[in-house]
Nanobody, 124 residues
Framework: QVQLVESGGGLVQPGGSLRLSCAASGFTLDDHTIFWFRQAPGKEREGVSCISRSGTNPYYANSVKGRFTISRDNAKNTVYLQINSLKPEDTAVYYC?????????????????WGQGTQVTVSS
């Protein structure tokens, strides 16, 4: 069964850190481009970060640059999103999505596989 499973979300205080995981089963992530999206309550889903098949030149939205780091562990078939210096505005459900093509296309319809999401809540 082909699926993506996110984990690592939770409740954290402002300034804290989390590491989100996106684990794949039924296919290999190292030949896919992975995009992390997030959706806050009452807002549209937005693209946050992406790592291409080559792993070079990762993409970060301006709102997260310098705070988020995307990486992949091909041996574990997992992509990670390290989130530091969390802000209340980072509160959202975070989704990972995969596509077989090269390049970090931000269009959601380009992604074939989606996880169920993991909740990140930043609050004191």
């Amino acid at each position: 069964q082909v699926q993506l499973v996110e984990s690592g979300g939770g409740l954290v205080q402002p300034g804290g850190s989390l590491r989100l995981s996106c684990a794949a089963s039924g296919f290999t992530l190292d030949d896919h481009t992975i995009f992390w999206f997030r959706q806050a309550p009452g807002k549209e889903r937005e693209g946050v970060s992406c790592i291409s098949r080559s792993g070079t030149n990762p993409y970060y939205a301006n709102s997260v640059k310098g705070r988020f780091t995307i990486s992949r562990d091909n041996a574990k078939n997992t992509v990670y999103l390290q989130i530091n210096s969390l802000k209340p505005e980072d509160t959202a459900v975070y989704y990972c999505a995969a596509r077989g093509g090269y390049g970090c296309i931000i269009t959601e319809t380009a992604y074939n596989y989606w996880g169920q999401g993991t909740q990140v809540t930043v609050s004191s």
